[in-house]
Structures are given as C-alpha cells and as structure tokens.
C-alpha cells in the first residue's frame, strides 16, 4: 500500500490567506457583464444597486491575481475548514482499477456543500457596507441553506426565492433555512411583478432559476438595504470558491500528488471553477498541464449543447446580460430531471475557458448519475450528491478505462456535498421508477429563440 494516508487533512494555519483570481492569468479575459438596455458593459455603479459594493470590484477585477481574504471570513472558514482530501481507496479496489482517485469532500458543514464558501464572503460584504439584508434564489436548496446559516452568523435578514418544484419536493430543506432565521418564498410568487407575470403566462409552471432569480433581484432592487446574491456562475463567486483548489494543490504538494486529470460537476460552475483554479493557473502560465472535464446533466447541456453568446442570466430578463454556454433563458429542464445543476447558463470564466479549448466537457444521463452515486456510497460511505455524483461518474468511468489500458493515472474529482435532502430522487431510482430525459434540438432552437439581439456581438 502507498504511504498516502485516507483523508490528507490540512492544518488550520495551511487555510489559504489569499483568493485566486485566475482571471489574471487568462489571455483572453471573460467577457464584461453588459445592460440589456445600452449594450454596453455595466459600470461599477449601475451594479452597485444591485450588488454590495466591494462584490463589484471583485467582479469587475480581471487583473489581480491574489485577494486577501478577510480575517472575519478566515475565523468562519476555520470552523470546517480545510477540508480533506480523500484517496478513495475503497472505491478503488471495487472497480479493480490501477488508478488512483482523489476526492475534495466539501460536505463537512451543516449547509451540506461547498456553497458556504462564498455565502460567508458574500454575506460579509453586505454587513460591512451596513445593509439590511440580502435577496436570493434557490434551486434545489443547498445555496439557500448555506447563505441563511452565513446571514445568522452576520445578523443580516435573508429572503430566499425557492424554485417551487423543489420547494415541494424537499420540505426539511427549507425547514433548515428557517431555522437559522431566513424566509422562503415557493418561486415563482404572487409576491413580484416579475412572478405575477410568470405564473400568467405560464400557469402551473414548477419553477426554473431564472423566475426565480427575476424575483430576487426584484425584491432587492424595490427594498432599500437590500443587495441581491448570487450562489454561483459570477467571477466573484469563482473566486471564492479558490478556496477549494487552493487547499487541494497545498494537499497535493505535500504529497507529491499530480493528478493527470480533473473533474467536477458544472451547474453554474462555481465549485469547478474553485476547484481547478491553481491548476488552471499552473496551465494558463504553461507551467504544467492537466485534463479538465466539466461535467453536466444531459438533461440541461449547457456547455456540449449550448451556444456561446450573450444572454440574460434569468428568464424574466431583468438581470444583466453575460457571455456564456447557454440553453437559451428560457430554458426549462423537465421536471422529472432529480439531479440539481439546472441552469442554463455557465460561469463566463469556464465558459470563456472552454471557448479557448483549456477544457474538456461531458454530459451524462441521470440514471447512470445515480448508479454510479450508489457504488460510490458503498465503497466510500459518504451519500453524496447528485450533483457530486455527475462527477463521481466521469471519474469511475475514467478509472474502468484505466483498467482496461493498465493506465496508473491519478484521478481528482470534485465531491461537493451530501445528499441527505435528496432522497425523494434516490426513492425513484431505488424503485426503479426514475426516467432519463433529453431535450430534444428542437427544444433547443426553441429556447435558442429567447437569445436577445445584443447589437455588435
Ligand atoms: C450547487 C451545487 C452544485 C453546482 O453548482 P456549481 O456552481 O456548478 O458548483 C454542485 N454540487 C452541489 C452539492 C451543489 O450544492
């Protein structure tokens, strides 16, 4: 057996002291946010009504490479992380494989998953610019849960916007978030505009992140004190989630670990981004090179079938407008699709990376998601995801060709939580009862049709 220990637990003072920003390492920079209305690239102060102040310079900061983080945020970070790094010797020797495989748990905290990473920064920033309050949207919970725990810790209110199919189907999720003291609202509500015209043109509608997000930023934009946040796909939320990578290359080093390839589920891709960050740095500078795979849901493809274009990052198209894979705004994915990363957008970083040809992307089906999700429970232990388990697959599925070829590569793949809230769906594949479903390409030229003209793009 090698000497590598099961879990490589980092010491307290190994917790990074900086973000990475890997923006400042890109030849070509993502593109800017722009106002539907002009076109033109939004000003640090048209965001300012809608983010917290020090949120926008991150977001707009393409050049610097390390941001410190804040000794608040650190004394957080601190109670539950870092976190481990695990060989996943169990899983291993299941499959028969000659691969290594590496797994960062990010499931170590209440909220369930890595989302807390960026919800205590974001949460920070709003309390230190003396707001109110903050605004947000839910999808499948694990964002709301892990900023309502981050406004409790700051004293700050918090008003989620739960995507009401999965405000339904996962009532103890939104339980948790009133426990720690924030509201949740079934989206979409009679309580907005945007919602009310929503449910008129769509009655019956379950939800999608878009309505969602259109009724968040709503709230926050009509109600002084209020500042709208966001879980995933912005720069900023990238940058937080550094945190990840950064503890994984400090693991690896000491270890001398390399992995040949990484991969990690992409909803919006914030913990692909956090996770690959140093490496792709490491790439990006031509230092040393890595395989990165993104993988999604066939059910909601939005890097292997979307197009690469300026679009509204909600469907009620109030938000700015962002450069990225997209399915079209007004894309709904069926609602019998259990697995999470239902967006229809990307983060424009990886989208801008993918563009550039720096990574690889997969679309995978959800009964195979959950197939794969229940061997990795078996070997490992760990109920994961089913948004972890996208990777979980890609990763078991690169170990077996290891098998065949008698490759030793070293594999890395991102778990980013538990799955506890999401036994309805483990449910319906235990019985046998859950369905793939794939849009089809008219689907797509369908929601293709909501792209906005953006003059000169
Ligand atoms: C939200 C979430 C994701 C997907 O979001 P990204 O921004 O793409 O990382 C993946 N896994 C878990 C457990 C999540 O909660």
Same mark, same amino acid.
């Given at each position: 057996m090698s000497d590598i220990p099961y879990k490589i637990y980092l010491d307290e +003072?190994?917790?990074?002291t900086e973000w990475y920003n890997v923006r400042a390492d890109m030849k070509n920079k993502p593109a800017p946010l722009l +106002? !539907?209305?002009? @076109?033109q690239p939004l000003t640090a102060e048209e965001m300012g009504g809608i983010f917290c102040e020090e949120l926008v310079a991150q977001e707009l900061?393409?050049?610097?490479a390390y941001i410190p983080i804040p000794a608040e945020i650190r004394e957080y970070y601190?109670?539950?992380? !870092?976190s481990p790094l695990v060989r996943a010797y169990n899983l291993e020797k299941r499959l028969g494989t000659p691969a290594k495989i590496y797994y960062k748990f990010e499931g170590n905290n209440t909220s369930g998953s890595h989302k807390l990473n960026s919800a205590i920064a974001q949460a920070y920033y709003a309390k230190k610019q003396g707001l109110k309050g903050v605004t947000t949207e839910t999808g499948a919970g694990q964002w709301g849960t892990a900023l309502s725990m981050a406004c409790a810790y700051f004293d700050l209110d918090c008003k989620v916007y739960m995507v009401k199919v999965s405000y339904e189907q996962k009532p103890f999720r939104r339980e948790v978030m009133r426990t720690y003291g924030a509201s949740v609202t079934p989206s979409p509500?009679?309580?907005?505009e945007v919602g009310r015209k929503i449910l008129a043109e769509h009655p019956g509608t379950t939800g999608s992140l878009g309505c969602a997000i259109s009724e968040a930023v709503e709230v926050a934009v009509t109600n002084p004190g209020y500042r709208y946040v966001l879980g995933s796909v912005l720069n900023q939320v990238l940058l937080h989630q550094s945190v990840v990578g950064l503890e994984t290359k400090t693991a690896c080093d000491k270890f001398g670990i390399v992995p040949d390839v990484i991969i990690g589920c992409a909803g919006g891709g914030s913990n692909l981004g956090g996770l690959i960050a140093p490496f792709m740095g490491e790439k990006l500078r031509g230092e040393r090179d890595y395989r990165i795979v993104a993988v999604e849901p066939a059910s909601c493809p939005s890097f292997t079938r979307g197009k690469f274009a300026f679009d509204f990052c909600d469907t009620g198209k109030i938000c700015p407008l962002a450069k990225m894979y997209t399915l079209g705004s007004g894309f709904i994915p069926s !609602? +019998?699709?259990? @697995?999470?990363?239902?967006?229809?957008g990307m983060s424009p970083i990886l989208s801008q990376l993918y563009h550039d040809g720096l990574m690889e992307a997969v679309a995978v089906e959800q009964t195979a998601v959950f197939q794969a999700a229940e061997e990795f429970a078996r070997a490992e232990g760990i109920l994961p995801a089913p948004e972890s388990s996208h990777a979980i697959k890609v990763a078991m599925d690169e170990a077996m060709r290891c098998k065949e070829t008698g490759e030793e590569k070293t594999i890395l793949f991102g778990l980013?939580?538990? @799955?506890?809230?999401d036994l309805v769906a483990y449910q319906s594949f235990n019985d046998g009862t859950m369905t793939d479903s794939i849009p089809t390409d008219e689907d797509l030229e369908k929601s293709f049709a909501t792209l906005p003209v953006v003059p000169g793009t």
């Open positions: +003072n190994d917790l990074p +106002n !539907p209305g002009t @076109g900061d393409d050049d610097t601190k109670t539950y992380r !870092p509500s009679m309580e907005t !609602p +019998n699709h259990a @697995g999470g990363l239902r967006f229809h980013t939580g538990t @799955g506890y809230f």
